[in-house]
C-alpha cells in the first residue's frame, strides 16, 4: 500500500522554509525520500530506519516516527536546485520501495 | 562514480510489438528492480530480481512482462505485445544490500512510447 505524501504541490521563494510529510497505514521498517527534476531519474536523499532518528543532508533533513508511522522531510532555506519533485519511498521489511504520488516543490527567485 | 546505465533511452513502438529494454546495474549490487513511471505520476514498482529470480513482483507486471539477466552484467525487461498503456518511462535500479537499508541508484531510464 502507498504512502500518503503530503502536500501535494508547495511553492516557495528563495530562503523560505517547507515541510513534506510521508504518511503509512503499515508499520515501516523504513523510509526513503528521493528528489526527481523533470525529465531525470529519482536521485536518493536519504534513508531513515525505524529508531526516530533525524539525518541532515545539507540544509535537507528528515525525522521518522516509527509510532505514528510518519516521515517528515524539512528543507531550510530553500535554494532554486532545491525544485522538483520528492517522492517517500515506503519499505515493510527487505521489501521492494513503495513509492508515494510526489510532492511538487518549485521554488522562485 | 559507479552508475546504472540504460538502453535505449528512448524507444517508439507499435502496439503489439515485442520491446526489450535493458540495464546494467552497478557492478557489486546483488538486488534489481524495474520500476515505471507513466508521464506526470508517481513511481510504481514492477518486479524486483534478487540471486537469478524473481523476488517479488507487483499486479502491474502480468504475463506479458518478463526479466532476465542473461550474462553477469545485464538485466533485461522485456514486454512481449505492448499495450498503448504501457507508454512510459521505465526505471532500471540497483541496491548493494537490499531496498530495507540500501540506497536505491537509478538508471536515466528509458521512454517506451507505444503507437
Known amino acids: 500500500q502507498q504512502p500518503v505524501q503530503s502536500p501535494q504541490a508547495v511553492i516557495l521563494r528563495e530562503g523560505e522554509d517547507a515541510v513534506i510529510n510521508c504518511s503509512s497505514s503499515k508499520a515501516l521498517y523504513s523510509v526513503h525520500w528521493y528528489r526527481q527534476k523533470h525529465g531525470e531519474a529519482p536521485v536518493f536523499l536519504m534513508i531513515?530506519?525505524?529508531?526516530?532518528e533525524q539525518k541532515g543532508h545539507e540544509k535537507i533533513s528528515a525525522s521518522f516516527n516509527e509510532k505514528k508511522q510518519q516521515s517528515s522531510l524539512y528543507l531550510t532555506a530553500s535554494q532554486l536546485s532545491y525544485s522538483g519533485t520528492y517522492f517517500c519511498g515506503t519499505a515493510v521489511g527487505n521489501t521492494p520501495l513503495v513509492f508515494g504520488k510526489g510532492t511538487r516543490l518549485s521554488v522562485i527567485a | 562514480e559507479p552508475e546504472v546505465t540504460q538502453t535505449p533511452s528512448h524507444q517508439v513502438t507499435q502496439m503489439g510489438q515485442e520491446v526489450i529494454l535493458r540495464c546494467v546495474p552497478i557492478s557489486n549490487h546483488l538486488y534489481f528492480y524495474w520500476y515505471r513511471q507513466i508521464l506526470g505520476q508517481k513511481v510504481e514498482f514492477l518486479v524486483s530480481?534478487?540471486?537469478?529470480?524473481?523476488?517479488?513482483k507487483s499486479e502491474i507486471f502480468d504475463d506479458q512482462f518478463s526479466v532476465e539477466r542473461p550474462d553477469g552484467s545485464n538485466f533485461t525487461l522485456k514486454i512481449r505485445s505492448t499495450k498503448l498503456e504501457d507508454s512510459a518511462m521505465y526505471f532500471c535500479?540497483?541496491?548493494?544490500?537490499?531496498?530495507?537499508?540500501?540506497?536505491?541508484?537509478f538508471g536515466e531510464g528509458s521512454r517506451l512510447t507505444v503507437l
Open positions: 531513515l530506519l525505524k529508531g526516530g
Open positions: 535500479a540497483s541496491t548493494e544490500q537490499g531496498m530495507a537499508t540500501g540506497e536505491l541508484f
Open positions: 530480481f534478487y540471486n537469478n529470480e524473481i523476488s517479488e
